[in-house]
């Protein structure tokens, strides 16, 4: 086998040549253009991505509200409460929780990110409402839960 020789080795024979302006910017354009592609391709499906987590901490949301409702029935001989916030001081923290469209805490009103909660029949059942972002950024009822009391 045939060693290499590193002191006869040429670096001088080995340089680079520098590239001509139109190669570079050939190159640069067609990056450009592939950058272009994915974003265009990929800017809908984070979009996507994003109102799905959205919609899914507003569901997480209204679970966390119906225990809270739950567990004022237990504490109060099985009578819901009328107005939403007397669940505050069930709730973790006691505190409401937050609207994950605009960051701030929910304020029990029909709009995105919110949720509803009313009690028809004047604390022997409730409703709660979660709602979504649907088109045009109107509010849209993603998901209802309810429950009554147990009339044994």
Not at 6 to 33: E, F, M, N, Q
Not at 55 to 78: D, H, I, K, W
């Amino acid at each position: 086998m045939k060693r290499l020789d590193l002191k006869k080795l040429d670096l001088k024979s080995l340089s680079l040549k520098r590239p001509d302006t139109p190669d570079l910017v050939l190159t640069a354009g067609s990056v450009s253009l592939i950058l272009v592609c994915l974003f265009l391709l990929g800017a809908p499906a984070l979009r996507n991505l994003q109102d799905r987590a959205r919609a899914s901490a507003v569901q997480g949301n209204a679970a966390t509200v119906q225990l809270a409702a739950e567990t004022y029935a237990f504490r109060n001989q099985g009578c819901y409460p009328e107005d939403p916030l007397d669940l505050v001081e069930y709730l973790p923290g006691e505190v409401a929780p937050q609207n994950p469209y605009t960051g701030q805490a929910l304020l029990f009103k029909n709009q995105p990110g919110d949720l509803t909660y009313r009690s028809p029949s004047r604390g022997h059942d409730y409703i709660i409402e979660a709602w979504g972002s649907g088109e045009r950024g109107c509010s849209e009822r993603i998901l209802v839960l309810k429950g009554q009391r147990d009339n044994r």
